[in-house]
């Protein structure tokens, strides 16, 4: 009998989402800075609201992810879930970064400064970063089962906290943010608008093929572990 | 039965903390200690900080109240108290419900001492008419703190460097605390209170500790299911 290469479960998802992502990522990076038409008030800067919301969105939808991924692994104790949740919070953090880099840049431009306190959203972003870093120092104090039952708490606790510093950044300030979106929608033109779609499809996508490369990396270790400890024995 | 499983837990904090004293008077020398050393922070002479007045007193509660915390579970670590109560047939809520009352009542006797201390140390005009509100808002904040602090201090307790762990973990979350309850401090303080704002702080306090409550409720069991 002989064995085709050997394959770890997820290749296939990976590939697919990897190239999805590239794909939109490399049309929306076209459309934002060459189709897409310039503000009136704010210039070129404005074009990078378009990777700064659409990421600030991935990466709640990542924490969100987590949270889930928590809940499930406090009911199931499976290893899985917990992996899910540590690759999502790892992205999510990693995203939250680049927003507050962003917001920065952003700021700069726009009121000449790096940070502006009075801005909800960018401080929001700060405390959403702190909250989420303490995930990792708490990961790293704990073992084993220990470790993905703390882990979980952690990633629910923290998804409840980030509307809680969300608001009361909100109720605290005024808003000198560019408010996008409202309750009566987009306020934007339509032109403005799709590309903001394809550069959020691309972000969530993005998201996606990180967590499934990063899933697919511990798969595999694992794998590889486990013929090490077959060869050792054997 | 649980009732009395909840009352009986809170009054072995009470009596333990009645006996030493370790917790209570610390997290006040504590408080005074943070009080004099923002005023020199400040570096100002100006005798009337109405200005600050509020993040001087939250910024003191809040680290205070990591402190308070982090002390919250020495009893059950060092002298074996947990081993005993997790063999009990103590349901996990009720031992949630025992600590954060405990937690609770050791931040309002520091904010018995700290919330007048503010008015006499830092605010030279109009502050002891709004004392009342204040303490309102302070006691809605310490059911977040209480909350919030008991999950947090039962994650770090068996964490390496829990000592580290605890403020790494805890301060973050209370972030929101410190922003409503200063914003509801500066409401009323300084002559022209702002009843509309300040009602909206205390609700957003409240929102704050059921969703706490709930999270610490559905996740407690969790904490120490070994």
């Known amino acids: 009998m002989t064995d085709g290469p050997a394959r770890v479960p997820g290749q296939r998802a990976a590939a697919i989402w990897g190239v999805l992502a590239t794909v939109l990522v490399v049309v929306s990076s076209i459309g934002v800075f060459l189709v897409a038409p310039e503000d009136a008030d704010q210039g070129i800067i404005q074009r990078i609201f378009y990777f700064h919301v659409a990421i600030a969105i991935a990466s709640l939808v990542a924490f969100a992810v987590a949270c889930v991924a928590g809940i499930l692994q406090l009911r199931t104790r499976d290893e899985r879930w917990d992996d899910v949740g540590e690759a999502s919070i790892r992205i999510g953090l990693l995203f939250s970064v680049l927003v507050v880099i962003t917001g920065s840049i952003w700021a700069k431009a726009s009121w000449g400064t790096w940070w502006v306190w009075t801005d909800p959203r960018l401080v929001t972003y700060l405390i959403v970063v702190l909250i989420y870093a303490a995930y990792f120092v708490l990961r790293s104090s704990v073992e084993d089962d220990r470790r993905m039952r703390y882990s979980a708490i952690y990633a629910i606790a923290g998804f409840a906290?980030?509307?809680?510093?969300?608001?009361?950044?909100?109720?605290?300030?005024?808003?000198?943010?560019?408010?996008?979106f409202t309750s009566s929608g987009a306020n934007m033109p339509g032109s403005m608008l799709w590309w903001f779609v394809v550069s959020q499809a691309a972000m969530i996508c993005l998201f996606v093929a990180l967590l499934e490369l990063d899933l697919l990396g511990r798969r595999s270790e694992r794998a590889l572990r486990r013929l090490a400890m077959r060869l050792e024995s054997a | 039965m649980r009732r009395r499983q909840l009352m009986a837990l809170v009054r072995k904090d009470l009596?333990?903390?009645?006996?030493?004293?370790?917790?209570?008077?610390?997290?006040?020398?504590?408080?005074?200690?943070?009080?004099?050393?923002?005023?020199?922070?400040?570096g100002t002479r100006d005798d009337d900080l109405t200005r600050f007045v509020g993040g001087l007193m939250w910024v003191t509660l809040a680290f205070t109240a990591v402190l308070g915390v982090g002390r919250s579970y020495v009893a059950e670590r060092e002298q074996h108290v947990l081993d005993g109560l997790l063999a009990s047939p103590v349901p996990r809520t009720v031992m949630l419900g025992a600590k954060a009352i405990a937690i609770f009542l050791y931040m309002t006797a520091v904010e018995v001492v700290v919330i007048p201390l503010v008015g006499v140390f830092f605010v030279k005009g109009s502050y002891w008419d709004a004392i009342g509100w204040i303490a309102i808002a302070a006691l809605l904040a310490n059911a977040c703190i209480a909350l919030s602090g008991t999950l947090f201090s039962g994650l770090a307790l068996f964490t390496r460097a829990r000592d580290l762990i605890l403020p790494v973990l805890f301060l973050p979350a209370l972030v929101p605390v410190v922003v409503a309850g200063a914003g509801a401090t500066h409401a009323v303080v300084g002559g022209s209170p702002d009843m509309s704002e300040w009602r909206g702080y205390c609700l957003f306090l409240l929102a704050y500790a059921i969703l706490f409550a709930l999270v610490s409720i559905a996740t407690y069991d969790a904490v120490f299911d070994d």
């Open chain 1, 161 to 180: 906290s980030v509307p809680l510093s969300f608001y009361s950044v909100r109720v605290a300030e005024s808003f000198v943010h560019p408010v996008v």
């Open chain 2, 15 to 42: 009596r333990l903390e009645l006996r030493t004293r370790e917790t209570i008077v610390a997290m006040v020398l504590f408080a005074i200690v943070m009080l004099v050393i923002l005023q020199f922070g400040f």
